[in-house]
């Protein structure tokens, strides 16, 4: 009986220190929107992610969640997109400076390693930290807003 028992304490603190080795993907991961001229948040936006494994999922347009930034221009990143490689943000209103495919394509990796910040529209940068990636963004042009 006692083997028994001390086999299972032993399989328990095994499991333990496995699972306190898994990559942070597992923790709270967020997403920060940012004006990229005065560095404030951009609260209570829509902001649209697209996630996949490859750059044609994120093509595809396929997966994707609707977000809702909070007072701080913060949003969870949802569980659904926690198990993919590769992301892209959309924020409602606003522009990413980034005219090519592949400067708006995000390693979810990178991310969870030592954090991203995203800025193409001005020389300013943005803290991070790992778990939390950082968009900056402008606000549209009239053009622009006409376009939707």
Not at 22 to 34: E, G, H, M, R, V
Not at 41 to 59: E, Q, S, W
Request: charged share 20%.
């Amino acid at each position: 009986m006692t083997k028994k028992l001390a086999f299972k304490a032993f399989l328990l603190s095994f499991y333990l220190c496995i699972a306190s080795k898994l990559p942070a993907q597992s923790k709270n991961l967020s997403i920060q929107i940012l004006d990229a001229k005065t560095g404030k948040p951009i609260a209570n936006n829509h902001v649209l992610l697209f996630f996949g494994t490859t750059t044609d999922d994120l093509r595809s347009l396929g997966q994707h969640a609707e977000l809702t930034t909070n007072k701080d221009g913060l949003a969870p990143l949802p569980e659904t997109a926690k198990t993919s490689t590769l992301l892209q943000v959309s924020v409602d209103w606003h522009q990413l400076c980034g005219t090519d495919f592949a400067s708006r394509t995000i390693e979810l990796e990178s991310i969870v390693n030592q954090g991203v910040s995203v800025n193409h529209c001005t020389i300013r940068t943005f803290q991070t930290t790992p778990g939390r990636l950082v968009i900056a963004v402008r606000p549209e042009t009239l053009m622009e807003k006409m376009r939707h």
